[in-house]
């Protein structure tokens, strides 16, 4: 007999905007039997832009509201800014719920280059955070490891997933502080560390001025909140979930059909 799908509960996933549907989509992939809640918080978007205090306050505020009205099996936090700035706060503060973060994919960076000359692409919130130099220093001593904290780029990533139209130009000066040669040797990975930018990779790949590997960590987060949700193979995927929730309460029309197309309702 089929087994119920009401105590089945739904996997969270946070993100600052839409670039945490990089990693929705691999989520789904691996857990079909879980519904998913989409959480954007476009009304603080860009986090780059804000003092670290009162965005620690901001993202421990919403997940109060959101873990007490939809008690998730588990949280993905699906944005570097946000989890490397309030993740331990946010597992302190909830210790009763598993949270998945998401971190600059540094080692595995420092695993694959062969040149030596490893960049993480991130916001400038990412850059400026002990935790992304911790990485650095724990995994990738041995490489030379550029930050690159792009201003716009989250921005212009949000436009190019709605469909709006983005200038190579402006996309070229942000990527390209991302590309060293030194002794002969050139950048081969450049590390994505926001989770919008790889919906613009392929745009990436064609105005780079060399071939390099661009690390999306979209897959290994999905894999690690795949081990931690208790596999439940005789349930059917529930209804009454995958939606979006945007803390706007207004997200414009393309934005809107960007979500149908992931199979999300907007409430």
């Not at 050139?186 to 930018?197: E, G, M, S, W």
């Amino acid at each position: 007999m089929m087994e119920q799908t009401a105590d089945l509960k739904p996997v969270l996933v946070f993100d600052s905007g839409i670039g945490g549907l990089t990693v929705l989509r691999e989520a789904r992939v691996l857990m079909p039997e879980r519904g998913f809640i989409y959480v954007a918080d476009d009304a603080g978007f860009p986090y780059g832009g804000w003092e670290e205090g009162a965005l620690k306050e901001r993202i421990l505020s919403l997940f109060a509201k959101l873990l007490s009205q939809y008690e998730p099996e588990i949280c993905i936090i699906a944005c570097n800014t946000a989890f490397t700035l309030a993740g331990a706060n946010l597992r302190t503060a909830f210790p009763q719920m598993t949270f998945v973060g998401t971190v600059p994919a540094i080692k595995p960076a420092a695993e694959r280059t062969r040149s030596g000359l490893v960049t993480v692409l991130a916001t400038p919130g990412t850059v400026r955070r002990a935790y992304t130099r911790d990485l650095i220093q724990s995994f990738a001593s041995q490489c030379h490891v550029r930050l690159v904290g792009s201003e716009n780029l989250a921005r212009l990533s949000e436009a190019y997933i709605r469909g709006e139209p983005v200038s190579d130009d402006d996309v070229r000066a942000e990527i390209a502080p991302c590309f060293i040669e030194k002794d002969g040797a050139k950048t081969d990975i450049v590390v994505l560390a926001c989770t919008h930018y790889p919906f613009m990779a392929n745009v990436f790949r064609r105005l780079a001025p060399w071939p390099v590997d661009w690390l999306d960590p979209a897959e290994a987060i999905a894999r690690q909140a795949r081990r931690l949700v208790p596999v439940s193979p005789h349930h059917e995927h529930p209804s009454g979930f995958d939606f979006a929730y945007f803390t706007s309460g207004n997200p414009g029309f393309a934005t809107q059909r960007l979500m149908q197309g992931f199979g999300l309702s907007v409430l």
